[in-house]
C-alpha cells in the first residue's frame, strides 16, 4: 500500500514538473516503466523515475493532464526514443485526446533518433533442419489464436511459398456445368481447368490460395479442391465481382500461393497452420541466430477515431518523425477482391472525423493493404514528407467510395504533399498510390511516386455524370514515373473519374507507364468514365505505352492546353469530341512510332459532324513525328483535310527542337517553335519532393534501365481455319476472343454435333444476358489488300437472332463492310431486307467475298450451300459502312433477347487472290 502511495505522489510530482517547466514534456522509451512519471528522458541512476515505457500510458498520462486547469492551452509534446514499441491491438485516439490549433499534442521521434511503433512480434528460436531450412514454432499458431499473412526479415519484405516463383500459370479452360434453367454453362466463378502439374493436391491445400490478376485488379481465393484426374481447381467460394473468370483473356493468369511444396527458393516461407511451424528458406549469409524476423499480428495500427456527426473531432494532432511498421491483411475465407483499386484491402493508420491532424516525416512501411485513410469526415489533415513504402496495396487514401448524405461525413480540404511513395502492391497489386474519392478541395502536390502496379494518382469514384462530392481538387508538382510494370492494365499515371468542376491536373511529370499487354492500356493522364471540368494544363508526359492522354469515355468541358506529350509507344492521344465542348490548345505532341491518334475516337467527331454540333476548340498546337510529317494522320486524314474540318488552323508540323527529349530534357532549344503557338515554357525543376538535399535526392537512389520503346506488334495477316477438332469440348479455340459470358450466355466447342468430325463450335444465349448483342466472337484477321472470304457452315435453331460482320479498325459502325443477318425461322437477309429462307435445324454453307483495300468498291457477293445442295448467290451487296478498307475484325454476334442457341463448323477467313 506504501509503495503505491510513494508511485502516485511521484507521477503527481512529475505533473507539476510538468507545469512548473512550462514545457508540457512526455518521454517514452522501450527501456522505460510505465509506473515512472515520464518527465525526463533517461531513467535516473536509482532506477525509481525515467521516461514512460508504452504510448498508450502517455496517451493516458495526457488524459489525466487535461483534468488539471489550462492545460488545454499548453503545447503537450510526447517524446519517443528510439526503439520498437510493439502493439498488439491498434492504438485509438478520440476528440478527448486532441490538441488545439496554439497548443497541438505532438507524438513525435526524441531528436536524432528513430522511434518504430510496430504491430509485429518478434519471431525467434530459429533453428536450421536438414535441408537447410531455418524452422521455429510458434505456440500461438498452434493453439489457433495466431495466424499471419507476411513476414518480414531484416527489414525487407520476405515472399511467402508459391508457384510459380516468377510470372504465372495460366488457366487452360473452363469447366462446363448446367445452371438452374437445365442450360449448359461455363462455370466461370468458382472452378477452372489447369494444366496438368501445375497444381497438386498438396498438404494443407485449404491454406492455398489461387490468386487470379485480372485487367486492373486481382483477386484472393482459398481453395476448396483439387481434382488430378479431371484437372479442376475448385474455390471455397465464388468470385464476386461483376467481371468473371477468364473474362479479360482467355488463359488467365494465377499464381498458387501458400503452399508448402512452393517452398524452394531463398527468401520465401511458410507457416503450417496445425503445427505452428514456421519455415523459412534463408537468403545467402543469413544465419539462425541473428536473423531478425517480424511477423504482424495486426491488421490496423492507429486508429483516430472522431465522430463528425456529433461534432465531436480528434483534432490537432500531429505524429513527426515516427515510423509505422509489420501490419498485416486478413484472409476472407470467401476471398478477397475489390472492384478497382483494391480499396476493400485493409490500411494501416485510419481516420475518421479528424480535423488539423497532421503526419509529417514519418516513414510507414511493410503493410498488408493501404499506409493511411483520412476516411469519413476529416478536415485540413495533412500528410506530409512522409516515406511511405513496402505496401500491400497502396499509400494514401482520402474519402471513400459511397458518396456521404451528410456534409459532416465529407473529408475535404486535406493535403497530400511532398511524399516519397513506391514499392506497393504486393498483395493487392491493383492499388494506387494516392486514391481520393467522394472527397472536396484537397491539394495533392510534390508527391513522388514510383515502383507500383497499377495507376500512379486516382481521383474521383463515378462513372458517370451523377452528382458526386469531388470536385476542386488540384493535383500539381508530382513526379510519377516506373508505374504498372507489366504487372496490371488499364491504368493512368494520373487517373480520374466523375465530373468535377475546379479540379486542375498541372505541371506534373509522369513517364514509364508500362501495363500488361492485354489490354495493353497504359496512359500518363487518363480521365475516364465520362470524367467532365478538368483545367490539364503544363504537363509533361513521355514513355509510356497507350499514350500521354485519354479522355474517350464522353468526357466533356476539358481544358487541355500547354503540355507536352511525347514517346508514346503506340498512340499519343485518344480523344473524345463531346456535345459539351471540350478544348485541346497550345500543346505539343512528339512522336516517334505509333498513331497521332486512337482510332476509335473518330466515332464522336463524326457524331458531332452529323448533329451538326460544335466540335469544340482544338488549335495552336505542334505536332512531330522524327521519321518526317508523312507520318502524322489525324485518324485517317491529311493535315489539310483536318484542318478543312475546323482544327488546327493555327497550329504547325514542326519540330518543337527540345534539348535532349530521350533523357527527359525537354527545355527548348534556341529557334525553337513554340513561341508561335503561345506556349510557355514548363519549368519542371520544383516538380517532386522539395526541401533539405538528402530528401530531395532520396529517389536517385533507385535505378531504372534506360528506357527504350517497345516495338509495335507486328500486324501479319493471318489466314483463319478453324474446324474446332484440335480443341477440347468446353474450351474456346486459340486466336478467337469471346465476350458476354455471363448470365447463362456461353461460346464453346461442343461434341453435340459437326458437320463431319466431332466438334463444332456452340453459341448459347440467354434472355439474362446485356446488351443485346452479347455473347459474341471475333477474330482479328488484319487483312488490308486483296479478295477475301469467310465461309462457315451455321445450324439454326427457331429464336435465333445474330449477324456475322466484318469491320476496320476504324470508327463504328462506318467501320463495318460485309454484314449479313440470320433468324430462327431460316432467314439470311442484308440491311434488313430477306435474300433467302434456309431449313433450319440443318448444316448450311455460307460463303461471303470482297475485296479491299484504298478505293475498293465497298461491296461483296454472298453465296449460300442449302442441304439439299442448290446453291444460291448474291452480287453486289454493299457494305454497312463506307469506311472499310481492310479486315481487323470478324465476328459473330448474337442479339436474340430469349434463351437460344446456334452452331457454327469450318470456319475461313482467308485472303484468295491479291487484287489485279
Known amino acids: 500500500m506504501k509503495t503505491r502511495i510513494i508511485l502516485q505522489l511521484l507521477i503527481l510530482c512529475g505533473f507539476y514538473n510538468l507545469f512548473a517547466n512550462n514545457g508540457l514534456v512526455q518521454y517514452v522509451s522501450p527501456s522505460g516503466n510505465d509506473k515512472w512519471s515520464g518527465t525526463i528522458a533517461t531513467a535516473n541512476r536509482q532506477k525509481s523515475d525515467g521516461p514512460l515505457a508504452t504510448i498508450i500510458e502517455a496517451r493516458n498520462r495526457i488524459r489525466k493532464l487535461k483534468e488539471q486547469p489550462n492545460v488545454v492551452s499548453k503545447p503537450i509534446t510526447v517524446y519517443l526514443r528510439g526503439g520498437i514499441y510493439r502493439l498488439n491491438e491498434p492504438f485509438e485516439l478520440n476528440s478527448q485526446d486532441s490538441g488545439s490549433p496554439n497548443a497541438p499534442v505532438v507524438y513525435c521521434a526524441y531528436p536524432g533518433e528513430k522511434p518504430i511503433i510496430s504491430g509485429g512480434m518478434r519471431i525467434k528460436g530459429w533453428k536450421k533442419d536438414n535441408n537447410g531450412l531455418f524452422v521455429t514454432e510458434i505456440p500461438e499458431v498452434d493453439s489457433g489464436k495466431l495466424y499471419f499473412n507476411q513476414l518480414f526479415v531484416n527489414g525487407e519484405r520476405r515472399t511467402r511459398a508459391r508457384s510459380p516463383n516468377t510470372n504465372w500459370f495460366r488457366i487452360a479452360g473452363l469447366v462446363m456445368t448446367t445452371d438452374k434453367s437445365g442450360k449448359t454453362v461455363p462455370r466461370n466463378r468458382d472452378a477452372f481447368i489447369f494444366k496438368p502439374g501445375d497444381i497438386k493436391n498438396w498438404k494443407n491445400i485449404q491454406d492455398a490460395n489461387i490468386i487470379l490478376f485480372h485487367s486492373w485488379e486481382n483477386s484472393i481465393h482459398p481453395i476448396k479442391s483439387v481434382n488430378l484426374e479431371s484437372n479442376l481447381v475448385e474455390f471455397a467460394a465464388p468470385l464476386k465481382e461483376w467481371w468473371t ?85 486478413v484472409r476472407n475465407p470467401k476471398g478477397n477482391s475489390s472492384t478497382q483499386a483494391a480499396v476493400e484491402s485493409p490500411c494501416a493508420i485510419i481516420a475518421d472525423g479528424a480535423a488539423n491532424c497532421v503526419f509529417e516525416k514519418c516513414e510507414i512501411a511493410h503493410t498488408g493493404g493501404y499506409a493511411i485513410w483520412i476516411r469519413r469526415g476529416c478536415r485540413g489533415c495533412k500528410i506530409q514528407q512522409t516515406r511511405i513504402f513496402d505496401m500491400g496495396a497502396g499509400g494514401v487514401r482520402v474519402g471513400e467510395c459511397d458518396i456521404a448524405k451528410d456534409d459532416r461525413d465529407e473529408s475535404s480540404g486535406n493535403v497530400v504533399y511532398n511524399n516519397h511513395i513506391y514499392d506497393g502492391g504486393h498483395i493487392f497489386p491493383g492499388c494506387v498510390a494516392i486514391w481520393v474519392a467522394q472527397s472536396s478541395s484537397n491539394l495533392i502536390s510534390n508527391n513522388e511516386i514510383h515502383n507500383m502496379f497499377y495507376t500512379g494518382i486516382s481521383v474521383g469514384w463515378n462513372w458517370n455524370d451523377a452528382t458526386n462530392r469531388t470536385h476542386h481538387n488540384t493535383i500539381q508538382y508530382n513526379h510519377i514515373h516506373h508505374i504498372v510494370n507489366g504487372v496490371m492494365s488499364d491504368a493512368g499515371g494520373i487517373y480520374t473519374l466523375g465530373v468535377s468542376p475546379g479540379s486542375i491536373i498541372r505541371n506534373n511529370v509522369i513517364h514509364d507507364v508500362w501495363p500488361y499487354d492485354n489490354p495493353d492500356f497504359g496512359w500518363g493522364i487518363y480521365l475516364d468514365g465520362t470524367c467532365a471540368m478538368y483545367l490539364v494544363e503544363s504537363n509533361v508526359v513521355y514513355y509510356t505505352r497507350s499514350g500521354g492522354l485519354m479522355y474517350n469515355n464522353g468526357g466533356h468541358e476539358h481544358i487541355i492546353r500547354n503540355n507536352i506529350f511525347a514517346l508514346n509507344a503506340t498512340h499519343s492521344i485518344w480523344q473524345f469530341f463531346e456535345k459539351r465542348p471540350n478544348v485541346f490548345s497550345n ?62 488552323k493555327h497550329s504547325y508540323i514542326a519540330e518543337p527542337m527540345f534539348e535532349d527529349p530521350f533523357n527527359g530534357n525537354f527545355k527548348f532549344k534556341k529557334g525553337s517553335s513554340y513561341p508561335l503557338i503561345g506556349f510557355k515554357p514548363i519549368d519542371v525543376s520544383n516538380v517532386g519532393l522539395v526541401g533539405d538535399k538528402e530528401w530531395r535526392q532520396e529517389p536517385l537512389k533507385f535505378k531504372y534501365k534506360k528506357t527504350v520503346l517497345p516495338p509495335l506488334p507486328v500486324k501479319v495477316p493471318k489466314n483463319i481455319s478453324e474446324d474446332f477438332e484440335g480443341t477440347s469440348s468446353g474450351a474456346v479455340p486459340d486466336g478467337m476472343t469471346v465476350n458476354g459470358i455471363e448470365n447463362g450466355a456461353a461460346i464453346y466447342v461442343t461434341d453435340e454435333r459437326a458437320v463431319s468430325g466431332k466438334h463444332s463450335l456452340k453459341i448459347v444465349d440467354s434472355k439474362e444476358v446485356k446488351p443485346s448483342w452479347q455473347p459474341h466472337f471475333y477474330y482479328q484477321p488484319g487483312f488490308e489488300s486483296g479478295i477475301v472470304e469467310q465461309s462457315f457452315y451455321i445450324w439454326l435453331e427457331p429464336g435465333n437472332e445474330l449477324f456475322t460482320e466484318w469491320r476496320d479498325d476504324t470508327q463504328y459502325p462506318d467501320s463495318v463492310g460485309p454484314s449479313i443477318q440470320f433468324d430462327g425461322n431460316g432467314n439470311i437477309k442484308h440491311k434488313g431486307k430477306i435474300l433467302a429462307t434456309v431449313p433450319v435445324k440443318n448444316w448450311v454453307y455460307v460463303s461471303i467475298k470482297a475485296q479491299i483495300g484504298k478505293n475498293n468498291p465497298k461491296t461483296f457477293s454472298l453465296t449460300i450451300k442449302l442441304p439439299d445442295s442448290k446453291v444460291l448467290t448474291f452480287d453486289n451487296l454493299k457494305f454497312s459502312g463506307d469506311k472499310c478498307e481492310q479486315v481487323h475484325w470478324v465476328g459473330f454476334s448474337s442479339t436474340a433477347v430469349e434463351n437460344t442457341t446456334f452452331y457454327i463448323d469450318k470456319l475461313e477467313i482467308k485472303t484468295t487472290q491479291k487484287p489485279k
Not at 492507429?302 to 461534432?311: A, H, T, V, W
Not at 505532341?589 to 491518334?597: D, N, R, Y
Request: aromatic share 18%.
Open 245 to 329: 473468370i477468364c473474362y479479360w483473356e482467355k488463359n488467365q493468369r494465377y499464381i498458387v500461393d501458400n503452399i508448402f511444396e512452393g517452398l524452394d527458393e531463398p527468401g520465401e516461407w511458410y507457416l503450417e497452420r496445425t503445427t505452428g511451424k514456421l519455415y523459412y528458406y534463408p537468403m545467402k549469409g543469413e544465419k539462425p541466430e541473428t536473423i531478425e524476423a517480424e511477423a504482424p499480428v495486426v491488421s490496423e495500427l492507429i486508429l483516430l477515431k472522431g465522430e463528425p456527426k456529433e461534432e465531436k473531432y480528434v483534432s490537432n494532432i500531429i505524429f513527426r518523425g515516427i515510423s509505422f511498421q509489420h501490419i498485416d491483411w
Open 587 to 648: 500543346n505539343i505532341v512528339l512522336m516517334t512510332q505509333g498513331e497521332l491518334f486512337k482510332p476509335y475516337g473518330e466515332a464522336s467527331l463524326k457524331e458531332r459532324i452529323k448533329n451538326n454540333e460544335s466540335l469544340g476548340v482544338w488549335d495552336y498546337n505542334i505536332y512531330w513525328h522524327t521519321a518526317g510529317p508523312d507520318h502524322i494522320k489525324f485518324f485517317r486524314y491529311t493535315f489539310e483535310e483536318w484542318q478543312k474540318l475546323g482544327f488546327d
